[in-house]
């Protein structure tokens, strides 16, 4: 079965490790190891980069126990018996969304797009062909990141990032 570590190793390197980032048009504002402060302004590690204590161990911690919390278990990782499968799932439910990702996966698999990883789609998950799932998984967040900009052309500047963080997924 898949282990949440190196998924969360992965995603932090993809989200651009340890960083606190404002860029201008991004939508979740203030981030910090990819925490939007705007999608989770009650994270318990705002109050530690509120007063610059971004050495604090406890910093480190908040970020590894948000991440298993709200997308790892959520996705079910501990249940998916591929590991690359479970990681572009963690990865993209972090850049995207949990439910979005829950639901291209869904989507990709033929089962019902609910949003929500149940025993259905986890068996379904796991007797799917691990290469064409990823392959398929791909250019279904491809799309996915083609009609974000499309709608709204400020985006445009993070997709060159999103595809090359898609394709690392699938090399």
């Given at each position: 079965m898949a282990d949440f570590a190196?998924?969360?190793e992965e995603m932090i390197r993809n989200?651009?490790?340890?960083?606190?980032?404002?860029?201008?048009?991004d939508r979740g504002g203030d981030t910090y190891a990819g925490v939007a402060r705007r999608f989770?302004?009650?994270w318990a590690g705002w109050q530690f980069i509120d007063s610059d204590d971004l050495q604090n161990p406890a910093l480190?911690?908040?970020v590894n126990t948000f991440y298993r919390e709200?997308?790892?278990?959520r996705l079910r990782g501990?249940?998916?018996?591929?590991?690359r499968i479970a990681e572009t799932l963690f990865d993209f439910a972090v850049n995207a969304g949990l439910g979005t990702a829950a639901k291209l996966a869904q989507s990709v698999l033929g089962v019902t797009a609910d949003g929500i990883i149940g025993p259905v789609t986890i068996g379904k998950l796991n007797?799917?062909?691990?290469?064409?799932?990823l392959y398929r998984y791909a250019m279904a967040k491809v799309a996915r990141y083609a009609e974000i900009v499309n709608r709204d052309k400020s985006q445009s500047k993070f997709l060159?990032?999103?595809i090359n963080r898609t394709l690392k997924g699938v090399a």
């Open positions: 190196p998924a969360f989200e651009g490790g340890y960083i606190l980032h404002n860029v201008p048009d989770h302004p009650h480190f911690d908040c709200h997308f790892w278990q501990d249940d998916i018996a591929d590991q007797d799917f062909p691990p290469n064409e799932f060159l990032g999103w």
